[in-house]
């Protein structure tokens, strides 16, 4: 398939994956992640492997129909300001959101993922 986008959004207390053709959703899922499960992870970037096993599993799986992927869209994190727009994801950036950002959120894994 065609233009096909992974979408991948990290919240305080869920993992939402997507794919889209075009305006369609083609496919989606979402993780939840309740307190108790997430106290096992003493800082934000703990969650690092599960929630990108939990990525592999979504793209593996149930996704793999529709890739290769256009695109893949995260969300963006704790960054310092920057001008609004799509960037390349690289290691200084997920280095900053893993190791430099005094901001804890799990809008800081996405790009890592």
């Known amino acids: 398939m065609k233009n096909t986008i992974l979408v991948l959004n990290t919240g305080s207390t869920s993992t939402k994956l997507a794919v889209y053709s075009g305006l369609t959703k083609e496919i989606q899922a979402e993780y939840v992640h309740d307190k108790q499960f997430l106290s096992a992870y003493p800082y934000v970037a703990d969650q690092l492997p599960m929630r990108r096993a939990l990525a592999e599993e979504f793209t593996g799986a149930k996704a793999a129909p529709f890739a290769p992927f256009a695109a893949i869209v995260a969300r ?27 901001e804890e959120h799990a809008s800081n894994l996405a790009a890592c993922i």
Not at 81 to 100: E, Q, R, W
């Open 76 to 102: 963006g994190g704790i960054l310092p300001p920057i001008k609004s727009g799509g960037y390349v994801i690289n290691a200084a950036m997920t280095d900053y959101l893993l190791n430099v950002c005094q």
